[in-house]
């Protein structure tokens, strides 16, 4: 079996959640560092658009493991047993791939024309040089106390961002907000792009015709 390193990666999300550390040991051929028991209040919505865990390989690996995202803290999750959940340090588990297909991979983006950052990107489509992502991420908004006796608490929620798109091009990775920036991208083929979306409905949130879309980017 393959070594896949297992490092936990501790999140302080203000009142959002409390972490108690209280383990940390060798097991089989995946070294676990620490435990978290990971406690939220009482605040509305979800970290996770999607809660459930699902078998993925990490790294290659050739065995399954239980992992979740996490859309608020950008991390992965591993469920080693009920109630015992890991959270997979990214820089050591850099690829995820689930059992349906669905990939994530861990990479340094841009996020505007100086600015990068970090985080897992779900893979949308990908041929050649040119590959596309997604990242869905979700926000945490404190409690507001009302501001006089008429008003009411306004309770700590979890949101949904709007999804983000990144187009990687030349070992870079830029954020696209609409096609043509995209069509940007490719100076020396803006009339064929052109053409083609001419002939082409292409949306950005539509991955369907975002793959077909990016396969003839790369020819």
């Keep these: 079996m393959k070594k896949i390193l297992y490092t936990l ?17 060798l097991e089989g051929n995946v070294l676990i560092f620490k435990r978290n028991d990971i ?16 078998n993925a390989f990490v790294n290659d690996g050739t065995q399954y493991f ?29 690829k995820i791939v689930f059992a349906d297909g669905t990939t994530y991979l861990y990479k340094t983006y841009f996020i505007n024309k100086k600015e990068t950052s970090k985080g897992y990107l779900k893979v949308i489509a990908s041929s050649g040089s040119v590959h596309y992502y997604s990242v869905d991420r979700v926000i945490y908004s404190p409690m507001v106390k009302a501001a006089n006796n008429y008003e009411s608490d306004k309770p700590a929620e979890f949101k949904k ?11 870079a990775i830029v954020p696209v907000s609409k096609v043509k920036d995209i069509q940007n991208l490719f100076p020396s083929k803006e009339k064929d792009i052109k053409e083609y979306l001419k002939n082409n409905k292409v949306s950005l949130d539509n991955p369907y015709q975002m793959k077909a879309f990016i396969e003839f980017l790369a020819k």
């Design 9 to 25: 990666l501790l999140v302080i999300s203000g009142s959002a959640m409390s972490y108690a550390q209280n383990y940390s040991g």
């Design 39 to 54: 406690k939220p209040e009482n605040v509305m919505g979800s970290q996770y658009l999607y809660d459930k865990f699902s």
């Design 66 to 94: 239980k992992i979740r995202y996490n859309n608020f803290t950008g991390l992965m999750e591993y469920e080693k047993g009920p109630n015992d959940l890991l959270e997979l340090t990214p820089e050591s588990n850099a």
């Design 161 to 171: 961002e709007k999804t983000a798109y990144f187009i990687e091009v030349n070992d």
